[in-house]
């Protein structure tokens, strides 16, 4: 910001003397002294500006005071706890890919060239295309909207479009590997047809009593924004399976849910306009489904989209805690 500050105060002054004069002439014309001295005093800044890029340019090189406005970029870079800019950093990229016989990752490491902007995507698709062309990645997006670039990141579950490699880099060194729980079927692409397959499981819709009303409604369901805000903050969930992968139930015990399709159902369950009501807890009240939770808080922490599923689960299970006591209740 400083280093704008100062562009816009040079190339400003340097802009302004053509017009300071074209004023000061008019101020002499119309015979106003006053004006006409200020002017002056300024035009003469305005000059004594251009002399000094012009020295600049005649003894400091081409462009010497845009290396100048360079320099203060830098070293405020400096100052704020960020890295200058000084070009290209090597990075090793060490990637986990299956081997068949061996039925066993191992690591294959490549050398790439990164900047402050390169991403863990960017990284591994240089390495596909300059490098190994077998590599194999998923994405699609680039920019953290389809959650297809999943994997796991020096131990951490990640999108790759949204990691910068420079962050990751301990003692320059990157560790990828594939996403442990999902099937892996190549390099770091793994298999999500069992997490949609429990995604599914849980009815992610809204539900009507009347079909006929919902596929035909005379207008739109209305809702306030306290009915909307009830369940919002879960229906950012961009299905990326991060949350999956960090579960260390769902890595325990295949059967799981898990808690991207729990939270949806929290997400569902609390959405005035369905109309499932209890019926839609019961989907998920067994030791597979909500009760499996140990409330271990790692998917929370690994969602790009800031969704809360260990807050949802645990909110689903007061849900069900309640309706177990007022059946109780009733039952007396």
């Not at 035009?43 to 203060?72: C, D, K, P, Q, T």
């Not at 016989?101 to 902007?117: C, G, H, I, M, P």
Request: glycine share 10%; proline share 4%.
């Amino acid at each position: 910001m400083r280093a704008l500050r100062y562009m816009i105060l040079l190339y400003a002054s340097m802009l302004a003397v053509p017009l300071l004069f074209l004023m000061l002439a008019i101020a002499e014309i119309a015979g106003n002294a006053a004006l006409a001295g200020i002017l002056e005093i300024l035009a003469a800044v305005g000059l004594m500006v251009y002399g000094v890029v012009g020295f600049a340019e005649a003894f400091g090189g081409r462009n010497a005071h845009a290396n100048w406005l360079g320099s203060i970029a830098g070293k405020e870079n400096g100052r704020a706890g960020k890295p200058a800019d000084k070009g290209v950093v090597a990075v090793r990229l060490e990637i986990g890919r299956f081997v068949s016989e061996k039925r066993a990752l191992e690591k294959d490491t490549y050398k790439v060239s990164a900047n402050r902007f390169t991403t863990v995507l960017d990284a591994l698709l240089s390495v596909k295309e300059e490098k190994d062309n077998t590599l194999a990645v998923r994405y699609s997006c680039r920019m953290g909207i389809c959650g297809s670039c999943g994997m796991v990141i020096n131990g951490k579950p990640s999108l790759a479009c949204e990691t910068c490699l420079l962050d990751v880099a301990h003692g320059g060194r990157v560790e990828v590997e594939p996403m442990q729980a999902h099937p892996l079927l190549k390099d770091l692409v793994t298999d999500f047809d069992d997490f949609f397959e429990k995604h599914r499981s849980v009815d992610p819709w809204l539900y009507r009593k009347n079909a006929a009303e919902q596929n035909k409604a005379a207008s739109v369901y209305a809702q306030t924004g306290k009915e909307r805000d009830e369940y919002l903050p879960f229906s950012y969930c961009i299905m990326c399976g991060l949350c999956m992968d960090a579960c260390p139930v769902v890595n325990s015990n295949p059967k799981f849910v898990g808690p991207q399709a729990l939270s949806q159902e929290y997400r569902y369950h609390k959405d005035s306009r369905d109309q499932m009501g209890a019926k839609r807890l019961g989907l998920i009240d067994s030791l597979d489904g909500v009760w499996g939770c140990e409330y271990a808080g790692a998917c929370s922490e690994v969602c790009p989209k800031g969704v809360d599923p260990a807050a949802a689960i645990q909110a689903l299970k007061f849900e069900m805690f309640g309706k177990a006591m007022g059946d109780e209740d009733e039952g007396k």
